[in-house]
């Protein structure tokens, strides 16, 4: 995912979305989220959860 499409992000993405953007694919992406070490803060929603698009873009080091 290019800078310009992480900066175009809605304020949450989908946890594949979020794993898109991180290089990773969606299932290595729910295994950090199990040990509680994904790099971006979550919100969850019932039974699904969200990526905060800000927390993820930190995280990648995208301004």
Do not use: C, H, N
């Amino acid at each position: 995912m290019s800078i310009e499409e992480l900066r175009s992000l809605p304020a949450a993405v989908s946890v594949s979305t979020a794993a898109r953007a991180l290089g990773i694919g969606a299932d290595k992406a729910y295994d950090l989220i199990k040990a509680d070490a994904f790099p971006a803060k979550l919100i969850p929603l019932g039974r699904t959860q969200k990526v905060a698009t800000a927390s993820l873009q930190e995280a990648l080091g995208v301004s």
